[in-house]
T-cell receptor, first 112, second 113 residues
């Protein structure tokens, strides 16, 4: 079934602070989650992914947390920089053959 | 490895015309998906092709169609264009056999006047 990633529309953060972008999904069968970053004029780019058998995964300056009980995941960006300004999407999916449905995303604005 | 290539990057068409957009996936990827992105609606799924067959379909009218060739390249066609079709059309490819993650192209910006 469809599982849309639901986001808050905007988030403003001071440069150097940590950012937390949240996403709620509806399909409990979702077992794979990707975060994408879309800068103005470009297509979405893969940031980090997490499978449902994990509750935390870390990358470079980014951490994704998954709470399957409440169907929620978050993307944490450490020491936010101006280059982090973009729209961020979470994309839940269930099975490699299922379509991936995105929400409207969260626009992160970094205040210098 | 070359990324996903979409052509053209920009397009201006008149209401009632039709348009064809092209997408070349990452080499080895057999799945190609198309999305429409508008400011208010976010990324809306159009369809996915895998090995020349449509595997998934979104909730768009029949004016939107697509196809995939034996080399995995894909085209989407929109007939009888309407003003509301103005959007960024994104193509994404993936392995399609269990690799879930998409790689997106930069999109085609379609403006209907």
């Amino acid at each position: 079934g469809e599982s849309v990633g639901l986001h808050l529309p905007t988030l403003s953060v001071q440069e150097g602070d940590n950012s937390i972008i949240n996403c709620a999904y509806s399909n409990s069968a979702s077992d794979y989650f990707i975060w994408y970053k879309q800068e103005s004029g470009k297509g979405p780019q893969f940031i980090i992914d997490i499978r449902s058998n994990m509750d935390k995964r870390q990358g470079q300056r980014v951490t994704v947390l998954l709470n399957k009980t409440v169907k929620h995941l978050s993307l944490q960006i450490a020491a936010t920089q101006p280059g982090d300004s973009a729209v961020y999407f979470c994309a839940p999916s269930s099975g490699g053959y299922q379509k991936v449905t995105f929400g409207t995303g969260t626009k992160l604005q970094v205040i210098p | 490895k070359a990324g996903v290539t979409q052509t053209p990057r920009y397009l201006i068409k008149t209401r009632g015309q039709q348009v064809t957009l092209s997408c070349s996936p990452i080499s080895g990827h057999r799945s190609v998906s198309w999305y429409q992105q508008t400011p208010g609606q976010g990324l809306q799924f159009l369809f996915e092709y895998f090995s020349e067959t449509q595997r998934n379909k979104g909730n768009f009218p029949g004016r939107f169609s697509g196809r995939q060739f034996s080399n995995s390249r894909s085209e989407m066609n929109v007939s009888t264009l309407e003003l509301g079709d103005s959007a960024l059309y994104l193509c994404a490819s993936r392995d399609g056999t269990g690799g879930y993650g998409y790689t997106f192209g930069s999109g085609t910006r379609l403006t209907v006047v």
